[in-house]
């Protein structure tokens, strides 16, 4: 094969696709610099700045409108977490700077909510003089003159952190109710213009934890380094975190580079009654009615952690409440989870709604002080647990009730090879038998979109169902959705939507649907869809080779059928397991041969090729050498860059899977580290399951949702896909148990919006006037891979909190612990004391016994079925093998490919291990 570098560096071809998102974004910041070439200046700038030294930052403020111009912390070599670089540009009316505020109002408690904003319409602000603030000013003449509320703003320092607070004052006759009152969060998110280095270099993302009175913003960097900002309550009741709203009438253009700012929102009674009336907020909306001769404080203040991982510590350490929740905050009905508090203040009492869907039992504290409650989930849906502290602090607590696991799994494999099983046999573009999109809004399969892909059973939109049926026999085979697969492969895959003419037989088009109305017969096109544009692909553009991000999904898919019929019996007839191997193999070739442009990045779903490769290692196959080698070519090329994960997006979130794949497996552990950091950089955990490991990802709804706009999503398929390698490095550092609950939140995101009849959908909507899955399946099946290559349960014994399992139940019975293991595939276990990592390639796991005195480890197996007469386990310890020895079975049992072969039966399913 000829060099991947040769055939990545010079000049490449460039396909349409690629053409079209380049000029996406070239159109985004051409517009952008029409706009701001034709900005009214109206900040200020030209009157000069206030710099002020404080403890932990460099201030700089806008002297006639108090907005904040730079907010850099100290010893960061000019850091800032703020836009600065975008000041001159965001020069103007509409465009919000941090200081900035906006209200609904109304006069009395009935009657139209009026809007004010003070970045509508600019006007210097009147200043106000006092030592006890950096800086203050009067904001009304920057607000409309009707305002019935004198609003002033003040910059302070209070117990060494920055305070921005404001104070509404009723000056006038009437009572006036304040029904909406958002402080805007303006970081530097804005990635326009720049390259991977300058944009992991100067930006930040930011999460909340839209908690009440608990809640918080962090505001990390790109690069995953320190230090992180927290944006958090002033010591007072009146700023609860109530809603975090997008602040679209922001003016800076919105698209690929720039998902937008937000507001931080205290009140928003004015919202739900109004735009968000439909939607099942996250939090009680509230309202605050100021009677004349009355004043109201709202204050944030700024604090810095040395580390990401530090975040909560320095919460604590500011007096602020924190939660923890043992596995998370998605909780199967089956699974009992344990949430842990801590404040200065006790607790008065815990509720839940709605009521009914968690039972909680609070089970004292710990040795340092932390507040424990059990839960488990009684009802399926979102639940709301609010902790009210003595001093009336709020606290609210996120959770998603779901199935067990098991059966999230099952129905989502009969709703995929029911509902969305296809088999119209005189289709025109020859789509049948698959497993195609659906509308989950209509009840009704997606076969025709302007987005050619969905319809196309390709790309991550289209490809999205038939890749999750595939991936779910990989966790819990079925003979019959099995059957129905092997007919896909055979009849569609094979020869549809991967060529089997030519030198291309291993290509992979971008689409089987496509947009040819001159070609087709009268009729075959739906006049209720509006096709037209870059989207609706011709023939010749669907049926392109040069995706890469087409190739995992096909890969995947053999893989799994060879594993299903080289590890079990009858499951897979149609062929033998090296024929899909070999597919398998050959795809991954294929992918770097046919589309080399895009192999240059890190795909999503690429760790499929190193699942690939140790099969083909297993198997002895000489193959895995030429494999290895076109691998390596790709990894020195990610070795020898700065930030090595870039896509045909200027910035994405799913190529670092299996960049850091790759890079640990041929020892570029530098790069590796990086790659993590940056995960780690936007995948938060909070206590809130919508954002609990949901790795970052606003633009996908564009190309694969129903409901299409620029929009943080919530558990999209990067959270499932950035969690193998967050749970990975956890294997090899058991002690961080950030990388744990930030892993397995993703892991569990990844099965969060899956339905209770077994619909999974492209993500959820995170804008407060939705706060609902999309209606469209889409890329699902990539974040469902995720899920299927690395679920297991986890089993630690934490300094503070004791013995956990994330992915099942746990009793402790003197001196034995045993674990029963819920999670969906139950063929993956970790040990972490121990940093054993037990996995099986057929066979489940019943319970697992361990003495941690003795190290004593016992494996209790499912027994036997039809299909599985044997099961495969494979011993693996990543970790603290000089503190306990390496296992293996008391039994000399046979090995096969590296697997221990241990049949199953009702008198031998238990396996004893031991160290040496």
């Known amino acids: 094969m000829k060099s991947f570098r040769k055939k990545v560096l010079p000049a490449l071809p460039v396909f349409l696709y690629a053409l079209l998102l380049i000029l996406c974004v070239s159109l985004e910041v051409s517009a952008q610099n029409d706009e701001t070439d034709n900005i009214t200046p109206t900040l200020g700038l030209e009157q000069g700045y206030l710099d002020f030294e404080i403890p932990n930052f460099r201030l700089k403020l806008v002297k006639a409108s108090q907005t904040i111009a730079a907010l850099e912390p100290k010893g960061e070599g000019g850091f800032d977490f703020t836009p600065a670089d975008w000041l001159e540009r965001r020069n103007g009316d509409g465009y919000y700077h941090l200081g900035d505020l906006t209200l609904r109002l109304r006069t009395g408690k009935s009657g139209e909510w009026t809007r004010y904003s003070t ?111 927290i944006v958090a ?240 026999q990989l966790v819990d085979p079925d003979r019959e959705e099995i059957k129905k697969l092997e007919a896909f492969v055979d009849n569609t895959l094979w020869g549809g939507i991967q060529y089997s003419e030519g030198e291309q037989k291993y290509g992979v088009r971008k689409s089987m649907f496509y947009y040819e109305p001159d070609e087709m017969p009268e009729g075959t096109y739906s006049e209720d869809v509006n096709f037209g544009g870059w989207s609706s692909w011709s023939k010749e553009e669907a049926r392109s080779v040069g995706r890469s991000y087409n190739y995992p999904h096909v890969a995947a898919a053999y893989w799994v059928l060879y594993r299903l019929a080289r590890n079990h019996e009858g499951l897979v007839t149609n062929h033998p397991w090296d024929w899909y191997l070999e597919r398998a193999y050959e795809t991954s070739e294929a992918m770097v041969e046919y589309a080399p442009h895009y192999a240059q990045y890190g795909q999503m779903e690429g760790t499929v090729f190193l699942l690939i490769l140790k099969d083909l290692q297993r198997e002895g196959w000489e193959q895995a050498a030429s494999l290895e080698e076109t691998m390596r070519e790709r990894a020195e090329l990610w070795e020898s860059l700065p930030f090595p994960f870039g896509s045909e997006m200027p910035w994405d979130s799913t190529g670092q899977e299996e ?124 974040g469902f891979f995720g899920h299927a290559v690395n679920t297991g349960t986890y089993v630690i014994d934490h300094p503070e909190f004791g013995w956990q399992t994330f992915g099942g139940n746990l009793e402790h019975s003197e001196n034995w612990i045993t674990v029963e293991p819920l999670n969906s595939a139950r063929s993956r276990f970790y040990l972490a004391p121990m940093g054993l990592w037990l996995t099986l390639d057929a066979g489940k796991f019943d319970k697992i016994r361990f003495n941690p005195d003795t190290k004593e480890v016992q494996l209790v197996f499912e027994e036997e079925n039809e ?38 039966g009702k008198a031998n399913n238990k396996v004893n291990l031991d160290s040496n």
């Open 119 to 229: 970045a509508d319409k600019r006007a210097p602000v009147k200043a106000l003089e006092s030592s006890s603030f950096l800086a203050g000013a009067l904001l009304n003449p920057t607000l409309d003159e009707d305002i019935p509320l004198q609003v002033r703003r003040y910059w302070q320092v209070k117990e060494g952190n920055l305070v921005l607070r404001f104070e509404l004052e009723n000056t006038g006759n009437e009572a006036v109710e304040v029904g909406g009152l958002g402080i805007p969060m303006v970081f530097n998110n804005i990635l326009h213009e720049r390259d991977l280095e300058e944009a992991h270099a100067k930006c930040s993302f930011y999460d909340p934890y839209i908690g009440q009175d608990a809640g918080y913003l962090q505001v990390t960097r790109l690069n995953g380094q320190g230090p992180a900002l």
């Open 233 to 472: 309550p002033d010591k007072n009741k009146s700023t609860s975190f109530e809603s975090y709203k997008p602040l679209l009438a922001d003016s800076t253009q919105k698209g690929i580079t720039f998902e937008g700012f937000h507001e931080w929102m205290v009140h928003t009674e004015a919202y739900e009654q109004n735009e968000w009336k439909d939607a099942d907020n996250w939090n009680e909306t509230t309202s605050a009615v100021i009677v004349p001769g009355e004043s109201r404080s709202y204050g944030i203040k700024f604090l810095l952690s040395d580390t990401i991982r530090d975040i909560e510590e320095t919460l604590v350490e500011n007096e602020h409440p924190v939660a923890k929740g043992m596995p998370g905050y998605v909780l199967p009905q089956d699974q009992e989870g344990q949430l842990f508090l801590k404040y200065t203040q006790d607790i008065a009492s815990v509720s839940v709604e709605p009521e009914g869907l968690l039972q909680i039992n609070r089970s004292g504290t710990t040795q340092n002080g932390w507040n424990r409650i059990k839960i488990n989930g009684e009802e399926w849906g979102r639940a709301r647990l609010t902790v009210t502290y003595q001093d009336g602090v709020k606290q609210s607590v996120h959770y998603k009730v779901i199935k067990p696991e098991s059966e999230v799994v099952d129905d989502m494999g009969d709703f995929l090879t029911t509902e969305q099983w296809f088999d119209e046999q005189n289709d025109p573009f020859n789509r049948a038998p698959s497993v195609i999109s659906y509308d989950y809004g209509k009840k009704e399969q997606v076969r025709q979109d302007n987005r050619a892909w969905i319809a196309g059973l390709s790309d991550e939109g289209g490809a999205g169902s038939w890749l999750a049926a595939v991936m779910k």
């Open 659 to 782: 960049v850091y794949a790759w890079c640990k497996y041929f020892g570029f552990d530098q790069k590796a580290r990086v790659t993590l950091n940056a995960i780690l950089g936007y995948m938060p955990t909070v206590p809130h399951w919508g954002y609990n490991g949901s790795a970052r990802r606003y633009w996908d709804f564009l190309y694969a949702g129903k409901l299409s706009r620029i929009e943080r999503q919530l558990h999209h398929y990067g959270s499932g896909l950035n969690a193998i390698p967050v749970l990975t490095e956890y294997r090899e550092n058991p002690e961080d148990y950030h990388l744990l609950r930030v892993g397995y939140g993703g892991l569990m995101g990844s099965i969060a919006n899956v339905t209770q009849d077994g619909f999974g959908p492209a993500a959820f909507h995170s804008f407060p006037s939705t706060l609902a899955i999309d209606g469209y399946s889409g890329d699902y099946g990539s």
């Open 867 to 904: 299909f599985t007469k044997e099961a495969r386990l494979r011993i693996n310890q990543p970790a603290k093998k000089e503190i306990v020895g390496t296992f293996k079975p008391q039994t000399e049992w046979e090995k096969e490919r590296g697997a221990f072969v241990i049949p199953l």
